[in-house]
C-alpha cells in the first residue's frame, strides 16, 4: 500500500469544516435565542454532526481511492487507462503531457546513443583495415612514401568524420557565419583529394562559379570533402565535374551511380544500400551529415542518379548567395 497524503486531503477539506463549525456554532447560538427549541436543535445538531462526519469519512474514503488510482496510473505511465472521471482534470492532463515529453526525449536519447555506439563499433573495425597496411608498409625496407601518404590520409577522414559525427549531435554545435568564397572553398577541397583523385585514375573539371555566400567556411568546406571523397570513391577511370547550374552547385561523377530504389534514402543515417554491400568500409553517416549541415547552413541538397551512368549531387545555394562576381 502506497503512502497517502493525508495533508492534502485535509487541506482539500478545509472549506468543509470550517463550513462545519460555523453552522455548530451557530446552532449553538440558536439554543440561547429560542430556550423553548433547545431541545429540538440539540437533537438536530446531533443529527447535523452524524451526518456531516459521515459524508466526510466517505469524501476522504473517495479521495484515498482516488489518490491510489493515480498513484497507479502515474507509476505505470498508461495513459490510455487514465479512468474516465480524470480526463478533464487539468493538472493530470500537464502530468500525461509531460510524461509522454519526457518518454519522447528519452527515446531519442537512447536512438542517438544507438547510432553512436553502432557508428563507433563500425569505424573502430574499419579503422583498422588503413592503419593495418600502414603498419605493413612501415616494416617494409623499401617504404613506399605515396601508398603510405594513401592510407594516413584514410586515418585522418576517419578521424575528421567521427569528429563532425559527434560535434553534430552536441547541442554546442557552433556556427561562425561570413561571407564565403565558393570557388575558394571547392578548390582547397580538390586540393586535398588530388592524390585520391590521381590515384584512382579520375579525372576533376571544375568551371568557375564566381559566387560568394553567406555560410559558416568549415562547415561548408566539410560538406564539399564528403561529396567530392563519395564522387572520387565510386568512379575509377573516369571524370568528376563541378559547376554552377544558376544558383545550384552540382558535383557530378561518371561512376557506378545509385540504385533507383535505393535514391530516396541515401541521406539517412546509417543507410548505406547497394553500394555500400560493395564497399566494405561505409558506414552510412557522410552523406546523413551532408543533409544535417546543409539544413544548418540553409543549403538544400538533394541527388539524382542512374546505375552506371553517374551520379550528381546539388547543392542549391539561393537561399544564402550573397554575390555573383560580374
Known sequence: MSKINFNLLLKRSKYEI??????????????????????F?????IIFIVNYLLMLFLSLRNDIKNQEIIKEWINKEDFDSLPDN????ITLLKIKDQARLIKSYEDEIFSSNSNLKNYITRWTHQIKSPIFALSLLLNDDDIDRDASKL??????????NILAYIRMDSDTTDYVF???????????????????II?????????????????????????????????NKYTRGGDIKIYLDKTRLVIEDSGI???????????????????GRLDKKATGIGLSLV????????????????????????LDLSKIIKDIAQ
Open 257 to 275: 551511380g545509385i540504385k533507383e530504389e535505393d535514391l530516396p534514402r541515401i541521406f539517412e543515417k546509417g543507410f548505406t544500400g547497394f553500394n
Open 291 to 314: 543533409k544535417n549541415i546543409c539544413q544548418a547552413l540553409r543549403i538544400d541538397v538533394s541527388a539524382e542518379s542512374k546505375v552506371n551512368k553517374g551520379t550528381k549531387i546539388i
Open 151 to 160: 592510407e594516413l590520409f584514410e586515418i585522418e577522414e576517419y578521424v575528421q
Open 41 to 45: 436543535i440539540a437533537y438536530f445538531s
Open 18 to 39: 470550517v463550513f462545519f463549525f460555523i453552522i455548530l456554532v451557530s446552532l449553538y447560538g440558536l439554543r440561547f435565542l429560542f430556550p423553548l427549541y433547545k431541545n
Open 199 to 231: 590515384s584512382k585514375n579520375n579525372g576533376i573539371c571544375f568551371n568557375k562559379t564566381k559566387l560568394t555566400i553567406l555560410s559558416d567556411a568549415k562547415w561548408f568546406r566539410f560538406i564539399l570533402d564528403q561529396i567530392l571523397s563519395n564522387a
Open 178 to 196: 561570413s561571407e564565403v568564397d565558393v570557388d575558394k572553398e571547392v578548390n582547397s577541397s580538390i586540393k586535398k583529394y588530388a592524390s585520391l
Open 86 to 89: 480524470f480526463k478533464k482534470d
